[in-house]
């Protein structure tokens, strides 16, 4: 299906100036709870500009590509809303990495679990190269209740504030759109053909067996030639192996040293990217 049809073919982003063989290491940003949400504690809003300034310090230093910064409220809406606040911190948060970092430095950011209009609306607003959305097409599950895509709404939101150049990565079986237990291929070929067709720019996938893992990314690339994401399950032990057909990487866990949540580690960083540009064309 290489002839497949998208409705944001033609427009410049992150993914299309992608060369061959290169490998994008994306670290975590986790962020402090934001104002308006049931964890917060006074001071977490400044304090969570100071730690995404120095985690992209880290990542800069470790010789990652970029970054993608995350809320981390504890206690997320299932819908496609956030609260003002929250988006206005996310983009003066956003704002102060891009400044630090540089225009080559990519900067992601996604307001959780599945605001996706608002994470566009943050990423215009500090010039984000990308958003991530954990479902952009059918539903999926989530401790917080049932997630309903909103497509239409979506790409709608997206031409109207000239956000076509913010890449969207679209999660289509992981965390969320659980792939454990078996390797359906129609089902995920279906999945990423929906999410293509409504304007997705790269497909995010990530299984824990590995033998399974590539599979999934040989099977989408034959069938789409699209830039696959891998969401998880990579370290500094497995990141080459894994990254051998994959385009990109999102590095959470491994770069904070196995504390979720917590700073950025450069030399961790250091490490994991030494190993995978040994396998770059």
């Not at 934001?34 to 120095?54: F, V």
């Not at 239409?152 to 992981?174: D, F, P, S, T, W």
């Not at 959470?252 to 190993?275: I, L, S």
Request: with cysteine; aromatic share 8%; proline share 4%.
């Amino acid at each position: 299906m290489p002839g497949i049809l998208r409705i944001n073919d033609g427009l410049d982003n992150m993914f299309t100036q992608l060369k061959p063989g290169k490998k994008l290491i994306i670290g975590c940003i986790h962020l402090l709870p934001m104002p308006n949400t049931p964890l917060y504690t006074e001071g977490d809003y400044e304090r969570s500009i100071e730690k995404a300034l120095k985690d992209a310090e880290a990542l800069i230093k470790g010789g990652a590509d970029g970054c993608i910064i995350q809320t981390v409220d504890g206690i997320f809406p299932n819908t496609d809303d956030a609260d003002y606040v929250r988006v206005a911190c996310m983009s003066v948060v956003g704002n102060e990495v891009r400044r630090m970092a540089g225009p080559d430095f990519k900067v992601g950011v996604q307001i959780l679990w599945n605001c996706i209009t608002p994470s566009l609306a943050a990423a215009k607003a500090c010039h984000a190269d990308f958003t991530r959305c954990t479902a952009l097409t059918g539903t999926t599950q989530s401790a917080f209740g049932p997630i309903v895509a909103e497509p239409l709404k979506v790409q709608n939101y997206r031409a109207h504030i000239g956000a076509q150049n913010v890449a969207m990565i679209a999660e289509i079986a992981g965390y969320h759109f659980l792939s454990e237990g078996g390797y359906d291929k129609k089902r995920l070929l279906g999945q990423a053909k929906d999410a293509l067709t409504v304007g997705a720019n790269a497909i995010e996938v990530f299984h824990s067996d590995e033998e399974l893992n590539e599979r999934m990314v040989l099977d989408l690339k034959e069938a789409f030639n699209v830039p696959v994401v891998l969401g998880g399950g990579t370290n500094i032990e497995n990141a080459a192996r894994r990254l051998k057909y994959a385009d990109c990487a999102i590095v959470g866990t491994c770069f904070e040293k196995g504390n979720w949540g917590g700073p950025v580690q450069w030399d961790a960083v250091r490490d994991y990217v030494a190993g995978v540009r040994k396998i770059e064309g």
